[in-house]
C-alpha cells in the first residue's frame, strides 16, 4: 500500500480549499504580530531618542557645560598601534549658547569643523571647510526650529535644500551630551543626523540613523548607517568622551594632551602659534 501525497486525495483531485483557511489565517496573524512588534520596538528607541533630546532641550546646555574655554585633544591611532591623525577641539560659551571649533586631521582627509549652539538647543549651525588640499565642497547645516536647511558648496554657488527636522535630530556640537545621556539612560535610543560624506541625495536632505546601545554606564555603541559603521564610545565619570574605537578598521581616537600632539605633528604646533 502506498502513502498518499497529503494534498491529493484518491481520485486526484486536490484538497478542498476550506481546509487551508484556516492555516492561512493564522500565518497572516502571526505575520501582522511579528511586524507590529518589530514595528513597536522601533517606535520606542525612536522615543527614547526625541526624549534625550527634549532633556537637553529643558534643562539647556549649561546644565552640562561650563561658560568658560574647554579644549579637547585626540590622538588617531591604526590597528598597529602608529599615529595616523589628530584632532583638535575647542568649545566657548556665548550670548544665547556655545560655540566650538575642531580640527580634524586624519589619514586621507583634513577638515576644518565650527558650530554654535542655542542653549536650549533648539537652533545651530555647523559648517564643515575642507584644509590641505582635502578635495571635498565645504557643507553647512542649520537648525532653526525643527526645520534643517543644508548647503553644499560656496554661499553664492551651492545647492541648498531643506526639510522637516525629526525631533530625534542632534543638533550641532551636542553629540557628546547626547552620549552621555543616552548612556545613563541605559536603554537603546536612535537619533537622527546629517552625514557630512553626503548630505544631499537626490535634491533631498538625506538623514542618517544614529542608533546608541549602551554597554554600561561609561561605554556606547554607535552604529551609523549611509555609510553603514560602528563605532564604540568610552567616556570618563565626567561624561567626556576619552576613547573612540572603530571595530571594524581598528582605528582608536584617544584622548591625549595638546602638548601630546605637538610633539609628534609640526602642523599642530603651527596651528596652536596661529599659523595654520
Known amino acids: 500500500m502506498s502513502l498518499m501525497s497529503p494534498s491529493i486525495n484518491r481520485d486526484g483531485e486536490g484538497a478542498h480549499p476550506g481546509c487551508l483557511k484556516p492555516i492561512m489565517l493564522v500565518v497572516l496573524a502571526a505575520s501582522i504580530t511579528v511586524a507590529w512588534w518589530v514595528s513597536r520596538g522601533g517606535d520606542v528607541i525612536v522615543q527614547r531618542g526625541v526624549d534625550i533630546i527634549q532633556k537637553v532641550r529643558s534643562e539647556t546646555l549649561s546644565s552640562y557645560w561650563e561658560s568658560g574655554p574647554v579644549t579637547a585633544a585626540y590622538l588617531i591611532t591604526n590597528r598597529k598601534g602608529r599615529s595616523t591623525g589628530w584632532v583638535i ?11 566650538g571649533a575642531a580640527w580634524v586631521k586624519g ?3 583634513s577638515r576644518l569643523e565650527e558650530w554654535d549652539v542655542r ?8 559648517e564643515a571647510r575642507p584644509l590641505l588640499g582635502t578635495p571635498y565642497p565645504p557643507v553647512y547645516i542649520e537648525l532653526a526650529y525643527d526645520r534643517v536647511a543644508v548647503r553644499v ?3 553664492r554657488t551651492g545647492t541648498v535644500v531643506t526639510d522637516q527636522a525629526p525631533g530625534n535630530f542632534i543638533p550641532a556640537g551636542t553629540f557628546e551630551v547626547v552620549v552621555r545621556l543616552a548612556a545613563e539612560m541605559g536603554h537603546q535610543a536612535a ?3 546629517i552625514p557630512i560624506e553626503k548630505p544631499i541625495y537626490a535634491d533631498r536632505v538625506q538623514f542618517r540613523s544614529v542608533t546608541m546601545t549602551p554597554q554600561d554606564p561609561l561605554s556606547v555603541v554607535v552604529d551609523f548607517d549611509r555609510p553603514k559603521h560602528r563605532r564604540v564610545f568610552h567616556l570618563d565619570t565626567d561624561g567626556k568622551i576619552v576613547r573612540i574605537e572603530d571595530p571594524a578598521t581598528g582605528t582608536v581616537f584617544s ?4 602638548r601630546e600632539l605637538m610633539g609628534r605633528f609640526p602642523e599642530v604646533q603651527r596651528l596652536v602659534a596661529g599659523t595654520m
Open 119 to 126: 542653549a536650549d538647543a533648539s537652533a545651530s549651525e555647523y
Open 153 to 155: 558648496g560656496g554661499r
Open 89 to 99: 577641539s575647542i568649545r566657548q560659551g556665548t550670548t544665547n549658547g556655545y560655540a
Open 107 to 109: 589619514k586621507d582627509a
Open 255 to 258: 584622548r591625549t594632551s595638546i
Open 191 to 193: 537619533f537622527k543626523a
